[in-house]
């Protein structure tokens, strides 16, 4: 066996010299580097698609194709759409991460169940408002467990389990109040406080005014949630258990507590939508989370849309953001493009392509790349 020096080129091919440059059959051109990165990393892939988005419909509306003007207040505005589904896609974050087929269909059931507990505790009984949300939110928190315990203790696949409780807590939410919504004036005075758009200070002038929920529960919610899945060991361990409970098993992580702790954490956050969906309706609605597509379909398909590997392990929350904004800024262009009942329609419709469209990317660029993050 030959010794490859100086003159004679090593036959590996992944270097040309002695300084370890890579040969220009291995180097990858600007395009195929471009390429790589859209297809690999799905935050630049969301962040392009955003942009492209936001510019088509303004194109649209500048010359006349749309009902009223795309600009950037209707886009703040529209925002008031993205608290309830971004926090939801965060819910749906942790029971996907937990692997095992994890699927939470019951979130928008705990939402309308949740929402007239925190009507009858805000809106009848007269609880401080603090103490109210409290409440809502170990409601939903016990909920979610409910889910967890049929999942990671007795086994239930999720998919079922989660739509069991789904009808379940729907029902519950119907019967609890024959019905009827609860709409006293302490409720109805929470529009005012939770989900108007205000001016921001300093800088209010120059940008539009921002829902006020952006601040109160989204932006509260994302930074827990980061925290807890980044900054962790539990976050680190629901990371594990998605991707290999048996190994996580063998390193003396608790698999069956850290999956029910997922579901748990999906029903808390399930439950601070209730506050959010009641303080936007000014009503606590027994249908609030069911009503129409319900809110638990496009809460998944933010977080697959948004890079969640379905198989578990792999997601981040500033997918899950991006995501959220993409979908909320293309149906409010739809609505503007189409008039009466076509408008939902072809939302449906574009959620349909982006969810497939996700779902091409991500095998299309494991087969290719090994992986897409």
Known sequence: MSIPTAAEPDLTGTQDDQSGSPTPE??????????RALLTQRIVLLAVLLVLVVVYFMVLGATGYLTAAYDFDYLSAALINAVPLAMLGFAELFVILSGRGGIDLSVGAIVSLASMIFGFAYGRWGWPLWLAILA???VGAVLGLVNG????????????????????YKSLAVVINNQRPISTKPI??????TARSVELPLIGS???NVPKGIFLFLLPTLVVVWLLLARTTYGRRVYAIGTNDVAAQWSAIGVRATRAGAYALSGLISGLVAVVTVGQFASARPDAGVSGNGMALPAITIAVL???????GIGRVSGIVLATVLIVWMNAGIRLAFEGNAGPQYQLLALGVLLVFAALLNGFALRRYGGAG
């Open 306 to 312: 948004g890079g969640v590997a379905i198989t578990g």
């Open 26 to 35: 291995r180097a990858e051109s600007l395009p195929a580097r471009v390429i």
């Open 206 to 208: 120059w940008i539009p």
């Open 149 to 168: 315990l049929l999942v990671a203790y007795i086994g239930f696949p999720a998919l079922i389990a989660t739509l069991a409780t789904y009808y379940a």
């Open 188 to 193: 109805q005075n929470l529009y005012e406080s």
């Open 136 to 138: 809502t939110a170990i």
